[in-house]
């Protein structure tokens, strides 16, 4: 009897109290083929997320109860909910917050008003990201980094340094640019997906937050002003 492959809907997680948005969020992400839990506030929100683990969660950031950057937060502090991935829904007047929540974790964000397409097109790109690792990619073998993309696996002085799968691709992304500068329009490009239609805000704070990880070694990631970034072995 031949074998059948099965293809597993991956699960999202719509955390937003405005109901014709949520619908509009849910039907659109059902028709792309995912399957689609709702919650109207952040209390509740946070107790679907650690029931139903979604592999990605739409978070606004307005919301009754608990407040979507407390709830960020919380997912981001816990070892269960951690590595599930977040889009925020935010204000255009919000830009400070749309900053602190991508330094606690928020893989990207969207700001009200919003295309659905685009919305679709983004978290295609970060599921799709979170299941391989960037083409081509080589080991990096330091004295102070090493950096296994088989493995999934960077080690800091001898000590696992844990990434999101985010921050691995950005780092195997400059790691293997062989000293070129790489701009931040390209990094958004590569390591976010060529559907990405964000701003380089975004590739700053990230890196900021990886060379937070890397502790001693984070001088390898250098910032070329009004450029971007390069990755040096010395």
Not at 81 to 104: F, H, N, Q, Y
């Given at each position: ?41 952040g209390q509740d929100g946070l107790q679907k997320a650690k029931t139903i683990k979604p ?159 890397l502790g001693v070694a984070c001088d390898h990631i250098r910032t070329i002003r009004g ?8």
């Amino acid at each position: 009897m031949p074998y059948v492959t099965i293809k597993i809907m991956a699960k999202i997680l719509v955390i937003e109290d405005e109901k014709q948005i949520s619908e509009l969020l849910e039907y659109n992400l059902r028709q792309a083929g995912y399957f689609v839990e709702c919650a109207f506030d952040g209390q509740d929100g946070l107790q679907k997320a650690k029931t139903i683990k979604p592999d990605l969660i739409v978070l606004d950031l307005m919301l009754p109860k608990i407040d979507g950057m407390e709830v960020c937060r919380k997912l981001k502090s816990e070892s269960d909910t951690k590595a599930i991935s977040i889009v925020m829904l935010t204000a255009k007047s919000e830009e400070i917050d749309r900053i602190v929540g991508l330094e606690m974790g928020a893989d990207d964000y969207v700001t009200k008003p919003f295309s659905v397409r685009e919305l679709v097109l983004r978290i295609k790109a970060i599921l799709k990201r979170n299941d391989t690792v960037l083409p081509e990619s080589k080991k990096i073998d330091l004295p102070d980094l090493l950096v296994d993309p088989e493995q999934h696996q960077v080690f800091v002085n001898g000590e696992e340094i844990i990434l999101t799968h985010l921050e691995f691709n950005l780092l195997l992304a400059l790691a293997n640019a062989n000293g070129r500068v790489l701009t931040r329009d390209l990094l958004l490009n590569k390591v976010w997906g060529y559907d990405y239609y964000g701003d380089t805000r975004t590739v700053d704070v990230h890196v900021r937050r990886l060379r937070q990880k890397l502790g001693v070694a984070c001088d390898h990631i250098r910032t070329i002003r009004g450029t971007g970034y390069r990755f040096v072995t010395e």
